[in-house]
């Protein structure tokens, strides 16, 4: 396989008040390849968007900050960079789309002038061709009359418009890496289903990798090569999606799988997973799920399991497979989490 | 079903007056178009559309929250424009409701208790406290509901809990409707399920019927019998859940079924969607004829220009377009799709 663009490792995000730290991602890592898209899958509160910004540093210093790990971006840690240079890579190598376009986009702005914006700051041209560039990007992401359109400002445009709006900009400068937090949750499922297709084309056309963030099992399905799933900050698998779909390793993804209504299958009951997700504050003694989890052991109450690895980049942190597993790692551990 | 339906609703129009602009003409918003459905007690119905078709202003309407421009809402036999005072108040103990966002609809500053009894305060009903005190904790019970949560208040609970309270409130007079506007869209799936296993317990522990509002197929699939499908304020296609998932017969529930994502990779491998062109027209200004017609595939001269209404295509399936019912001539694309 290609040489991975971006590779995460041990990653740890923590909120430091005075009264308490959450440990909102506590170790994430893996490998991210060309034209590929990674989804990172969890419910409210399970770091998947932190650990999003975090990539970017777009997070607040203080309360927010990186106490461990690396973002290796094309061999460079993004963490080490000065403020400068990750302008450089922000935006222009690594973009990112958000949840709600409405509030992403500045209201008193011409859509075009937002999309000219970063194309003029990132790759030195005069506004005139930005400006033309910009109506190019709006054809491209589907926009009826773009060069009428690209005046309009943001409350013009509808909800799926506005998020192709956001998808221009992220695309101006070809970027290597799309992070898209949550792009459809805000949108009908025709716009989504539009969105989603248009995702998949512009990734095919400029071979660009995608990180998705999402809560919704079934965009996962439709979009994901590999997947993470994320609870109480720590990944609790990593696998392919035909793999995860068919044989989840670890309880909280089979309670996740098992809670998702389908419009294909009737099912009498869904397999909801009791019980509510912890506290980040203050730490686990041992295994996060053990309070909600079906298979507990008695050992997962005391003891925080590692990460045990299968083949391929197949990764569980749950002590029920530690007999299948040939090796095992720490996820705070920066070099070797992903193999 | 030959008994009476619990709740009719005939050709009910709601229509918003908006002015374009400060000075401009007022113009009608029509929110709600002529819908018409029957729901049999005991049964879950569901309405399902995308946002901006009238679902939650037809679900208003029908617990006499608005009123209705043109049209009846008929409740057990009678109907409810026409009540006022005692008898709509009666009313209301037989019909209850449950919201999407359990963090905006219950009191911040009362305790779960008085959450939770209040109905029975305003409707006179427990007055004695043995008697209330087994009701209640009965309906705990039900609900999920621990009994230390009681002198506690809302924001000391997740939106799951919080639903719960809420579910408890609706079915503390013991309805025999409980309309449910999008009560799942506001969890996290696991809590999501919860809830739905829930809904569907006390409705078969209770005799509830559900009116139940919804974006969400998938949801509605596993609590729901039968859907109506709303679009621009009018319903353009109702059958019994199954028939509407494997046989849809009006193009924008064809189109809507497809663009759900499935959560099984190898099903989303295999099948095409149908993508809808556009966005849905502004309801300020919905297109002549059938409205769906900017967005079908399968458009006809005459499409712009026939209004159309609901017709039988099959006996309980109706739908409001005049090419699928008659002429089956669905391409292949739509059949893998579906």
New interface residues.
């Given amino acids: 396989m290609s040489e991975p663009v971006l590779s995460v490792r041990g990653l740890r995000t923590h909120f430091i008040t005075r009264e308490r730290t959450v440990k909102a991602v506590d170790g994430i890592s893996y490998d991210l390849h060309p034209g590929k898209t990674l989804a990172v899958v969890g419910e409210s509160g399970s770091g998947k968007s932190v650990h999003a910004l975090s990539i970017l540093r777009l997070l607040p210093e203080p309360p927010a900050k990186v106490v461990g790990g690396e973002i290796l971006f094309n061999g460079r840690d993004l963490l080490k960079l000065n403020q400068e240079d990750m302008r450089a890579i922000r935006g222009n190598r690594i973009a990112m789309i958000f949840q709600e376009p409405m509030t992403s986009l500045n209201p008193v702005l011409k859509v075009g002038e937002q999309i000219a914006e970063a194309i003029v700051l990132h790759q030195g041209v005069t506004q005139e061709q930005a400006w033309a560039k910009s109506v190019d990007l709006l054809k491209k992401v589907g926009i009826p009359h773009p060069e009428e359109r690209v005046n309009d400002y943001p409350h013009q445009f509808s909800g799926g418009m506005r998020q192709r709006a956001m998808i221009a900009i992220a695309l101006s400068c070809e970027p290597d890496v799309l992070i898209a937090d949550e792009p459809t949750t805000a949108l009908d499922v025709t716009i989504q289903a539009q969105i989603l297709e248009l995702m998949k084309d512009l990734q095919r056309e400029y071979h660009m990798a995608i990180i998705l963030i999402t809560h919704n099992i079934g965009v996962v399905a439709e979009m994901a090569d590999d997947v993470v799933v994320m609870y109480a900050g720590r990944p609790v698998e990593h696998a392919s999606v035909g793999e995860l779909f068919k044989n989840p390793k670890h309880p909280y993804t089979k309670g996740l799988l098992g809670s998702v209504p389908s419009i294909y299958v009737k099912k009498e009951r869904l397999e909801a997973i009791a019980g509510q997700p912890p506290d980040l504050s203050g730490g686990f003694t041992g295994c996060p799920f053990a309070p909600r989890c079906p298979s507990v052991l008695e050992r997962c109450k005391t003891d925080d399991p590692p990460q045990f690895h299968l083949a391929g980049e197949r990764m569980s942190n749950c002590w029920l497979i530690e007999g299948e597993s040939k090796e095992s790692s720490h996820r705070h551990a920066s070099t070797g989490g992903a193999k | 079903m030959s008994e009476a339906p619990l709740l009719r609703v005939k050709d009910l129009k709601k229509h918003f007056l908006a002015r374009k602009g400060m000075f401009g003409e007022k113009t009608a918003v029509k929110a709600v178009d002529g819908v018409s459905f029957d729901v049999m007690p005991q049964e879950s119905f569901a309405v399902v559309g995308?946002?901006g078709c009238g679902k939650t202003t037809l679900g208003k309407l029908v617990l006499a929250l608005e009123s209705a421009t043109s049209g009846s809402v008929i409740f057990d036999g009678q109907d409810v424009a026409a009540m006022n005072g005692a008898a709509l108040k009666k009313m209301r103990r037989e019909m209850q409701v449950i919201f999407q966002d359990p963090y905006s609809s219950l009191n911040p500053r009362m305790t779960v208790e008085d959450i939770i009894t209040e109905p029975w305060v305003i409707h006179g009903m427990h007055k004695d406290s043995a008697e209330r005190a087994k009701t209640l904790a009965k309906l705990l019970d039900d609900c999920g509901i621990a009994k230390s949560y009681l002198p506690r208040h809302p924001h000391e609970f997740?939106g799951?809990?919080r639903q719960r309270v809420g579910i408890a409130r609706a079915l503390s007079l013991d309805p025999k409707l409980v309309v449910a506007d999008e009560p799942v869209s506001a969890l996290?799936?696991?809590?999501?399920?919860?809830i739905?296993?829930l809904l569907?317990d006390l409705q078969k522990e209770r005799k509830l019927a559900y009116l139940f509002i919804s974006?969400d197929?998938?949801?509605v699939?596993?609590l729901c019998t039968r859907i109506s499908v709303m679009y621009l304020g009018r319903v353009v296609e109702t059958a019994d859940s199954?028939t509407l998932?494997n046989d849809p017969q009006h193009p924008y529930t064809e189109?809507?079924?497809?663009?759900?994502?499935?959560?099984?990779?190898?099903?989303?491998q295999r099948r095409k969607?149908i993508?809808?062109t556009?966005?849905?027209p502004s309801p300020l200004k919905p297109p002549s004829g059938c409205r769906f017609h900017p967005r079908c595939r399968y458009m006809r001269d005459t499409c712009p220009v026939n209004d159309q209404i609901l017709i039988a295509a099959k006996p309980g399936h109706e739908a409001a377009c005049e090419v699928l019912p008659f002429k089956d001539e669905r391409s292949e694309a739509a059949l893998v799709a579906l």
């Avoid at chain 2, 996290?188 to 919860?194: E, G, H, R």
């Avoid at chain 2, 497809?258 to 989303?268: G, K, L, N, Q, R």
């Fill in positions: 995308e946002s997740s799951g809990q996290d799936v696991s809590i999501q399920a919860q739905l296993n569907k974006h197929f998938s949801v699939r596993h199954e998932f189109a809507l079924l497809s663009a759900v994502p499935v959560p099984d990779p190898a099903i989303e969607r993508i809808l556009g966005d849905v």
